[in-house]
């Protein structure tokens, strides 16, 4: 956590991580930012030492050459900000954006910077599109970047602040979205992370990363709720299907197809296929994806 956090950050974190009272410590967290809508909580320095550290046994069991394995899983959450300047990760992140959505960053012609430009990849959707369009515009995306980029890796953050149901009310997707689109990475046969993201309907949450888990192990699931100590806060249905939403989809077909003529020419495809050709090899090492995140 040193590598991105100063230490008086994590010193702080550390420091009130048995306390209970915010009042106690409220105007040193106001001056890290943590009030407001990022509150602290008990635990909390456990809590961000078990999300960092889960991912990086993730990543070493993905590198691990005696016991290796194909994909690894944390729910737990991640960023892609870490890479914003490297040129060794290639960032993909389809999100909202709409005028004062916040944090109303993520537009098309966001490509990174320093070494890392043209190395990101920002995919705004409006209000409400569906699964069939987001599905497919995903894969035509994600095929031109991976033919050019020919990643080692790939870690797919998958955020379900876009499942219908959730607070944030922006798209009508379902988990049959993410489960697809993660089924596209398993086909690639490259190391795969993934990780959670946002999502504020918990139940519909945990439903999704359920799901997207066994599609991804090949496991088929019963479509009814195990009985255990959460179960009640499931229903009405009590079931791990999400219902589409009925928001009115603003994503016409033209807007879809400008998207992706437009993140063709902003990322420079073709400039990046020129220049593997030249160097006979992938153009990174590791490809970040964010899916159906709320930017």
């Known amino acids: 956590m040193a590598e991105f956090h100063c230490r008086n950050y994590l010193q702080f974190l550390e420091s009130i991580n048995k306390f209970d009272d915010e009042e106690k ?16 909580e008990k635990g909390i320095f456990d809590y961000v030492s078990h999300i960092a550290g889960s991912t990086i046994e993730a990543a070493r069991c993905l590198v691990d050459k005696e016991n290796p394995c194909q994909i690894a899983i944390n729910w737990f959450g991640g960023v892609e900000e870490a890479f914003a300047v490297t040129s060794k990760v290639f960032t993909v992140s389809f999100h909202k954006l709409l005028p004062g959505f916040f944090p109303g960053t993520g537009s098309i012609d966001d490509v990174g910077f320093g070494k890392g430009i043209h190395h990101c990849v920002n995919v705004p959707l409006m209000d409400g599109i569906k699964d069939v369009e987001f599905v497919a515009l995903f894969k035509r995306i994600m095929s031109e ?12 953050q998958c955020g379900a602040d876009g499942i219908a149901g959730d607070p944030m009310n922006s798209f009508n997707l379902t988990p049959q979205s993410l489960m697809s689109c993660v089924r596209y990475f398993t086909t690639l046969k490259v190391p795969l992370l993934l990780l959670g993201g946002g999502g504020y309907n918990f139940c519909n949450t945990s439903k999704t990363w359920t799901l997207v888990t066994a599609a991804v192990i090949g496991k088929k699931l019963s479509p009814n709720i195990p009985d255990h100590k959460y179960y009640i806060t499931y229903g009405p249905s009590y079931e791990l299907t999400v219902d589409p939403g009925n928001r009115k989809d603003l994503n016409s077909y033209e807007n879809i197809r400008s998207i992706y003529k437009k993140v063709l020419a902003e990322s420079e495809i073709e400039h990046w296929s020129l220049k593997r050709k030249e160097m006979k090899g992938p153009c990174c090492g590791c490809l970040y994806v964010l899916t159906a995140g709320i930017c």
């Open 25 to 40: 410590y409220s105007e040193e967290a106001e001056q890290f930012g943590l009030s407001y809508d990022c509150p602290t």
């Open 145 to 156: 970047v991976i033919d050019v980029f020919a990643p080692e890796a790939i870690v797919c």
